[in-house]
């Protein structure tokens, strides 16, 4: 069964009872609103007392049909004043007086259905007047004298409907703001505010079995720029308590510098993460209680201090950037960085630069532009092998980051290899690093 409403002039509020009987709901402006109502005969008994339900929930002038088809329902709205229900294998009887210009009327999802002038001034010359009449036409020469459309409206005027309902579709935004009645200072106050509204949004995702991997926070300040917190998290969650706590992390390093007069939030949605694992790999971290031991770490030493390492697009040494921590990522990562890191070749074997960080000072006695000598606190030796040198050098069109230097592999008498540099704009040695 479907139920109709037609009211002029209140299409919102026609939505808005629908929305209370049925989730499938197709709205055909300006005034009509189709709805399925099957299975709830168990909630508000046959469909007469169904109807009277409606009636008393719509609260303004309004007409209402329940029919077994939509297409039905929806011309006894139009048709017929006050409530009517029609009874199945009845729609042709009941739909009989209705004049004939309703044909169509008040459907939006298409043209197949509506009737054109062309066939509107034509039932008018042949005398139809009512979609009885049309209904009794031999429908052979129906569809030889109007084709397609006639055989449509045909249908229509005997009550055969058999079409689906084009259901509303609600944009994914899952969004909650709230005003203040008066302007809050501490970060406690704000925090029962924010639980509220991410109770809310989780409890939305949830209902359409997603999740999110974005939440923005956006505070209206008194008198001052608006505050943003952004969490962008490396897998997608749903954990209003894990966001809140987050929250409250950030907020604590970076407390808003005036009263919060409006509070906005509002989530990405993202498919939830589905994962299985394996009987015989050890369990890791769950992902929300692993980001908010990360959102920790990150109030308590720095915003871009934490994450994964990853390595920056230059070739200047040691060069590199912190990204939001990702495992797979991280792993990816880490294989990269071993096969790059740099190294030399001896006896075909390739040996690894363990780095100093940071690079220790030395002094290194040169003879005829080779290095002979290294004195420093942790490494004293007479050089017996060198290699190099080799010149790097790069963002010399900027007068910070700017680098310049000569580097070379040595090996000392005790059989340690290590790596040395010089800085040609000091003039300046440092070890980088041991070969192991």
């Known amino acids: 069964m479907f139920a109709c409403l037609h009211a002029p002039g209140n299409l919102p509020l026609a939505v808005e009872c629908a929305r209370g009987f049925s989730p499938y709901i197709e709205e055909n402006p300006p005034d009509t609103v189709i709805f399925d109502v099957r ?29 077994a088809n939509p297409d039905a329902a929806m011309h006894a709205a139009h048709g017929i004043r006050g ?10 009887e009941v739909l009989a007086p209705l004049p004939v210009n309703l044909l169509g009327a008040g459907l939006s999802y298409g043209t197949a259905d509506r009737m054109s002038s062309e066939t ?37 005027a005997r009550g055969e409907g058999y079409r689906q309902l084009r259901p509303m579709v609600d944009p994914l935004e899952f969004e909650e703001e709230l005003e203040l009645d008066d302007p809050v200072e501490l970060i406690e106050p704000l925090s029962f505010i924010l ?19 974005e939440v923005r926070l956006r505070l209206t300040l008194e008198n001052s720029p608006e505050h943003i ?78 994450g994964t390492p990853e390595l ?5 040494p040691d ?33 690894c630069l363990r780095r100093f960080r940071p690079p220790r000072y030395a002094q290194v006695i040169v003879v005829n532009h080779q290095p002979v000598r290294v004195v420093s606190p942790s490494v004293n030796g007479r050089v017996v092998m060198a290699k190099g040198p080799w010149r790097t050098s790069g963002e010399w069109w900027g007068e910070e980051d700017a680098w310049n230097r000569d580097e070379w592999d040595i090996a000392l008498e005790s059989g340690a290899l290590y790596r040395l540099f010089q800085d040609a704009a000091q003039g300046r040695w440092f070890i980088e690093g041991s070969y192991d």
């Not at 005969?41 to 209402?64: D, F, W």
């Not at 010359?125 to 045909?154: H, S």
């Not at 407390?255 to 509070?263: D, E, I, S, T």
């Not at 920056?312 to 200047?316: F, G, M, V």
């Open 120 to 156: 509107a001034e034509l039932l008018h010359l042949w005398g139809i007047r009512t979609f009885g009449e049309f209904a009794q036409l031999p429908p052979m020469g129906v569809a030889a004298r109007i084709g397609d459309e006639g055989i449509n409206l045909q249908r229509l």
């Open 83 to 92: 409530v009517t229900v029609i009874a199945p294998g009845r729609e042709a």
């Open 39 to 67: 299975g709830l005969e168990s909630l508000y008994g046959p469909p007469e007392m169904l109807a009277r339900e409606i009636e008393r929930r719509i609260g303004v002038p309004a007409s209402l049909a329940i029919a």
């Open 319 to 351: 060069s590199f950037v912190m990204r939001g921590f990702a495992p797979r990522q991280a792993a990816a990562q880490s294989r990269i960085a071993v096969a790059e890191a740099p190294g030399v070749e001896m006896k075909n074997a390739r040996l």
């Open 195 to 213: 639980s509220r509204l991410l109770n809310d949004v989780c409890g939305r995702l949830g209902a359409r079995s997603l999740a999110t991997n």
């Open 312 to 316: 920056a697009d230059t070739h200047r």
């Open 229 to 306: 917190v952004l969490l962008r998290l490396p897998v997608p969650m749903l954990d209003a308590k894990a966001f809140i706590k987050m929250l409250q992390l950030d907020l604590s390093g970076r407390p808003p510098v005036a009263p919060v007069l409006k509070v906005k939030l509002r989530a990405e949605p993202v498919k939830p993460r589905r994962t299985q694992h394996g009987l015989f790999v050890p369990s890791s971290p769950e992902p929300e209680k692993l980001e908010l031991t990360v959102a920790r770490l990150r109030h308590l030493v720095g915003d871009g201090q934490v």
